[in-house]
């Protein structure tokens, strides 16, 4: 029997930082893991999707060389060699985490575990393949996986889900999107830049919802612009395979006729342990934390997609530091509470042409939550280095409040937002207010002058804006 002072169920960001964390403590532990380590993440997720993204973005331009005074692009793009380029990619990045692993002698058990009981020590797992690993400290971090719709199954040949798509080697003539939140418009976006002809469905009145409002519409509007059609506010009623292809039938009562169908309505929390004789607190499927990622049971801690909070990797690479650090203070006689996680403060990011990236809270949950706000805005139409890049749509916009002037909110929509984020982050965080910021110097000419003219805009004061 293998034995631990910790055990990590599940190999994504959350449960592989929360190892390599544990290890450079000098606490042992292992991680049941049986798929590559880098959970959907890296082998299915964030990374083979921003190579894709990379690869569309680097073709639009060239295809728009003419804009550059360059020769324009005749070729089509070569799909397998991106397809190759992507999987390399995932390759590379994988392997230097199994590399790390290996290197810090952190056990990794290829084994899918089934079941958890009580144990003299703590707690004992059982795989699927019988091992039993006991443990003093248990990590659930089983992730995710993909919502389906009443009577539609994703069949990974057909309808896809953003998993089955990732493996097509060869682009469909046409591509419905069931969804249109984060994942369907970065996959739309991509399909539509190498040639898809692509059609967004969205149950809700918008897209990205749970985004700002006007950078939603704005979003939108980019989008039908590159040539994606978008309907909002209807469903999806069945989906049949015909002579021609899959026929989508609206709710409104049209239809549509694709090659493929990727259904992207969301995901669930993965949490399919047999809990032998044991009570863990759960709520729609996913498992009830405390603020330092403890579930229900003792010693028990939970982390990433399981526990129904932010679907993010870098949301449960946090919880998981978080979980590790309660441990290790409780391992060392000493438990006490560390700093619990902001999650209104989490970036988040959609990696779409233009990009989306927002912290902190959107101007109805501002006017909701303070009632008075100050918003600025500053468009990228008037910032030097956007317009050089040829790269002038899109905006920032920032939020504070009223009556203390802080900051509390920061979006941002066109040329490398998930980058400029960091900075509204790392501002709301500190609780930073206009007249503060002004003490901090941005280099000229960068795309974070528009942070800064809009940040100044709180005030009126913003040099550049008419």
């Avoid at 902190?360 to 008037?382: Q, R």
Wanted: aromatic share 6%; proline share 4%.
């Amino acid at each position: 029997m293998h034995s631990y002072q910790v055990l990590i169920i599940g190999g994504g960001p959350g449960g592989y930082e929360s190892a390599i964390r544990l290890n450079q403590y000098g606490i042992t532990c292992a991680v049941v893991e049986h798929q590559r380590i880098g959970g959907i993440c890296l082998n299915w997720g964030c990374i083979p999707t921003k190579a894709l993204v990379k690869s569309a973005e680097l073709y639009t331009e060239m295809k728009e060389a003419q804009l550059y005074g360059l020769p324009p692009l005749e070729a089509r793009a070569d799909y397998p060699l991106v397809f190759e380029r992507k999987n390399k990619t995932v390759e590379q990045l994988v392997s230097g985490i199994e590399f790390l692993f290996r290197k810090r002698g952190i056990p990794v058990i290829a084994e899918k575990a089934v079941s958890v009981s009580a144990s003299p020590r703590g707690y004992l797992v059982r795989t699927d393949q019988g091992t039993e690993i006991e443990t003093e400290f248990l990590i659930i971090a089983t992730g995710s996986v993909p919502k389906e719709l009443p009577g539609i199954r994703i069949d990974e040949q057909n309808i896809l889900s953003s998993t089955g798509i990732l493996n097509l080697s060869g682009l469909p003539d046409s591509l419905a999107v069931v969804g249109g939140g984060v994942i369907g418009c970065e996959f739309a976006s991509i399909m539509n830049s190498f040639g898809v002809r692509t059609h967004i469905v969205e149950f809700l009145p918008r897209i990205v919802s749970t985004e700002d409002e006007e950078l939603s519409k704005r979003l939108s509007l980019a989008l039908k612009k590159a040539g994606i059609r978008i309907s909002t506010g209807v469903g999806v009623q069945s989906i049949a395979t015909t002579a021609e292809g899959q026929e989508v039938t609206l709710s409104d009562g049209n239809k549509l006729t694709v090659d493929k169908v990727l259904l992207s309505v969301g995901r669930t929390p993965a949490n399919n342990l047999e809990w032998n004789g044991l009570q863990l607190a759960c709520e729609r499927g996913a498992i009830g934390i405390d603020g330092q990622m403890r579930t229900s049971l003792p010693k028990v801690y939970a982390i990433g997609d399981v526990t129904g909070k932010m679907q993010l990797a870098h949301t449960a690479s946090k919880q998981g530091l978080i979980a590790v650090e309660h441990i290790r203070s409780c391992i060392n006689g000493t438990p006490h509470d560390h700093p619990e996680l902001d999650y209104a403060n989490i970036p988040r990011c959609t990696f779409t042409n233009p990009e989306l990236a927002s912290v902190g809270l959107t101007e109805d949950e501002a006017k909701e939550k303070f009632s008075d706000i100050l918003v600025g805005k500053f468009p990228f139409s008037a910032n030097g280095k956007a317009i050089a890049m040829g790269s002038s749509f899109g905006f920032v916009k920032t939020i504070a409040r009223a009556d203390t002037s802080a900051l509390v909110g920061l979006h941002i929509i066109g040329a490398n937002a998930a980058e400029l984020i960091a900075q509204g982050a790392i501002l709301i965080a500190q609780g930073a207010t206009p007249g503060q910021v002004e003490n901090v110097v941005f280099a000229h000419p960068t795309l974070s002058e528009a942070l800064k003219e809009a940040i100044e805009d709180i005030r009126s004061l913003s040099i550049h804006k008419l």
